[in-house]
Nanobody
Framework: QVHLVESGGGSVQAGGSLRLSCAVS????????MGWFRQAPGKEREGVAY????????YYADSVKGRFTISQDNAKKTMYLQMNSLKPEDTAMYYC???????????????????????WGQGTQVTVSP
């Protein structure tokens, strides 16, 4: 059984920073990709950032490029999302997710979708005030 637990959400003013953590527990034998998603009330779930386990390849949504940084600590089985220069439009519930399928080689990768991720955390709320 694999479990993902997010932490680090909170309320900040615009321009502030937060670091989200995603602790992974359970037996993981292969993994392709880990990702952060967010969903604001009345909006569709949005992929924010992804990191490929095999080679550390990283992708960001255009809306967060230059402000957010995804990273992972394999020894701690933890993934992070450093969020800087936060904006009110970043307000959402943030979820971490794991794609535990076999790794996909970089040349044939396509942008992940939520359906690729079979394991999800419970979410952590991020609220950014003007």
């Amino acid at each position: 059984q694999v479990h993902l637990v997010e932490s680090g959400g909170g309320s900040v003013q615009a321009g502030g920073s937060l670091r989200l953590s995603c602790a992974v527990s359970g037996d993981i034998y292969v993994s392709n990709c880990m990702g952060w998603f967010r969903q604001a009330p009345g909006k569709e779930r949005e992929g924010v950032a992804y990191i490929y386990t095999s080679d550390g390849g990283i992708y960001y949504a255009d809306s967060v490029k230059g402000r957010f940084t995804i990273s992972q600590d394999n020894a701690k089985k933890t993934m992070y999302l450093q969020m800087n220069s936060l904006k009110p439009e970043d307000t959402a519930m943030y979820y971490c997710a794991a794609d535990l399928n076999p790794p996909v080689p970089a040349p044939i990768r396509v942008r992940p979708s939520a359906e690729d991720f079979g394991y999800w955390g419970q979410g952590t709320q991020v609220t950014v005030s003007p």
